[in-house]
């Protein structure tokens, strides 16, 4: 149990440990209230049942004397309102105390969950290319709502419980030792028992239902992002047939941990009755007065164990449920120190964003070496380019020559092993790399468009609030979008385009991509085989589109026809992550064999 709350201690804030703590001294203050609504019972039910000792009980006859009551019936009224107001007042603290530690978890959900989401954006980009999305979505989506829902907050009421099964416990064992002890041993001891055969497989339903649920993320993450694929092959019924495998083991491992968390209720109910029977009929045998002297232990009793028994099985309940989310809590705090632990990470902004550096000069690699994380091949090796700003380049080479890696290297991505990405005469670190960062356009081979309306998918990632409409219409123009979406969109700048652009041609969607890339009106824009998946003549008008921007803005291209790059102002073959050759077009085709095979074929 230390250790859950070490556990827990760790995930907290410094904020939110100390709102931790505060909350540890309610729970203790709620178990006193409890324990002082118990004891107030028992003087209540002795009066009740002797009223003759108000008069005989020195500090009863003070009380009487000094609130001027005139009669016992009006005293043993008040006294019953007394003891009334103060079971109400425990109850109303008891409740406050579990709104606390709601609100605590709920507020908590939300601050974990962005905590994951922020060390997962801040990670390096290479760490992503190892990661499954589905994963990382399941962690911050699901699990950390499990992990507050299932440990952090039965953790945190079960300070509550214990502290209120502590001070009524020390009530009864001090105004009846022995029905105390016989309530500890046979059901504590019971409660203990089950517990004890049953921990096992809770630590297994744990780690099942992590297993289980990763991969129905998984499952349905791959079986809708992948759909028209799904549609076209007919695995719709495969999908759902892989889909049910996990979630049918997460439907059981819920339903035998709600089986053990109540499973010892019923046959200890049974058990607490009979014990109540017993001790009835040994008041009674012991007693040498009538039922008014055995009344008021049998009232607090039976106060006692309508407090107790319900604290006792919530007790039960949450180690239950800490048994079984514990493996989440393992999987939530390992992923949180291997993203506090990752080198190279992106450093977290404190300020405003930095102003663009632009490209005013000339950009430099220079003799850049690069390798994949656990790769033990050069993904790079002594690559160097002189790119004019202003000037349009290409890259071409075969599939795994490095041209991705090369531009990936340009956007400041990739942390390189050996090198410098020069920019105006100044390289790139830390320090400048996101005002560098934001100097560049990119447009990738395959564009991310979500289901929301063409100006917001423009200007990607801004709430709608923000979004400058102008530089919207700006950027469509200059990628030869603005006609199409006035004349033919029924919304216009306004028309939900679906999830991933699923109502645009492949030529549309595109054309996003480029407008997306200009909208903040980049002094360099990178185009990663932004049209190998076009027809030729839609590939000719939107490369049209971007040559209307030589000689106002620096263009990189990877191209997968060699038609695209054959007006660019200089070439680029890669082989094997090095540079075999540069030069135009012509200059290529004359010098170099390798160039001249691609460009005749």
Request: neutral net charge; contains cysteine.
């Amino acid at each position: 149990m230390i250790k859950t709350y070490r556990q827990i201690f760790v995930l907290l804030q410094p904020r939110e440990q100390r709102r931790f703590i505060l909350i540890a001294f309610m729970s203790l203050f709620n178990g006193i209230f409890e324990a002082v609504g118990v004891v107030a019972i028992l003087p209540f039910l002795t009066i009740v049942a002797q009223p003759e000792m108000i008069q005989t009980t020195p500090a009863l006859v003070r009380v009487y004397d000094t609130l001027g009551f005139t009669s016992d019936r009006s005293f043993v009224v008040f006294a019953g309102v007394a003891v009334f107001g103060l079971i109400l007042l425990s109850s109303a603290f008891k409740a406050l105390n579990v709104y606390v530690v709601a609100r605590f978890s709920g507020m908590y959900s939300y601050t974990l969950s962005s905590l994951m989401l922020k060390g997962y954006l801040f990670q390096p980009y290479t760490w992503f290319l190892s990661r499954n999305s589905a994963n990382l979505s399941k962690t911050v989506l699901s699990e950390v709502g499990i992990v507050v829902n299932q440990h952090i907050m039965p953790a945190m009421l079960l300070m509550t419980t214990v502290a209120s099964i502590m001070s009524v416990s020390l009530v009864l064992f001090v105004l009846e030792p022995y029905v105390a002890i016989g309530a500890i041993v046979v059901i504590g001891g019971s409660y203990l028992v089950i517990y004890l055969l049953v921990q096992a497989r809770l630590t297994t339903i744990g780690k099942d239902r992590v297993i289980a649920n990763k991969a129905r993320f998984k499952t349905v993450q791959e079986a809708t992002g992948g759909i028209k694929d799904v549609k076209i092959t007919g695995l719709e019924t495969a999908m759902l047939r892989r889909f049910r495998i996990p979630a049918r083991r997460m439907a059981q491992i819920q339903a035998q941990s709600q089986m053990i968390s109540q499973l010892p209720r019923n046959g200890l109910e049974a058990v607490a009755f009979g014990g109540l029977i017993l001790l009835i009929l040994s008041l009674v045998q012991r007693s040498q007065g009538g039922i008014e002297e055995v009344l008021p232990v049998l009232g607090l009793v039976a106060l006692a164990g309508a407090r107790l028994f319900p604290a006792v099985q919530a007790l039960f309940q949450t180690v239950a449920r800490l048994r079984t989310s514990a493996p989440a809590i393992e999987a939530l705090l390992k992923d949180l120190q291997e993203i506090e632990t990752t080198p190279n990470r992106t450093p977290i902004p404190t300020g405003p964003p930095p102003a663009p550096i632009g490209l005013r000069d000339q950009l430099v690699l220079d003799d850049i070496h690069f390798a994949y994380p656990a790769s033990d091949k050069s993904a790079l090796t002594g690559v160097s380019m002189e790119i004019a700003a202003n000037s349009v380049v290409g890259l071409v080479g075969g599939t795994g020559a490095g041209k991705t890696t090369v531009v990936d290297a340009i956007l400041g991505l990739l942390r390189l092993d050996a090198g410098a990405l020069v920019i105006d005469g100044a390289p790139i670190t830390d320090d400048n790399r996101l005002a560098w960062q934001r100097s560049i356009g990119y447009v990738p081979q395959q564009i991310y468009l979500t289901d929301e309306s063409v100006a917001a998918n423009i200007a990607f990632g801004l709430p709608r609030s923000e979004i400058d409409m102008d530089a919207v219409k700006r950027a469509a123009q200059v990628a030869a979008l603005h006609d199409f979406i006035v004349e033919e969109l029924p919304q216009g700048y306004d028309t939900i385009v679906g999830e991933r652009g699923v109502r645009l041609s492949g030529g549309q969607r595109q054309r996003i991509g480029i407008a997306r890339a200009l909208y903040h009106d980049p002094d360099v824009l990178i185009l990663d085989e932004a049209t190998s998946a076009l027809d030729n003549i839609t590939e000719e008008a939107v490369m049209d589109a971007v040559h209307n921007l030589g000689g106002k803005k620096t263009i990189i291209m990877i191209a997968h026809r060699l038609t695209t790059v054959e007006s660019c102002d200089c070439i680029y073959l890669m082989e094997h992550g090095q540079v075999a050759a540069s030069g135009t077009y012509a200059e290529l085709v004359e010098q170099n064999a390798t160039f001249r095979r691609m460009a005749r074929a």
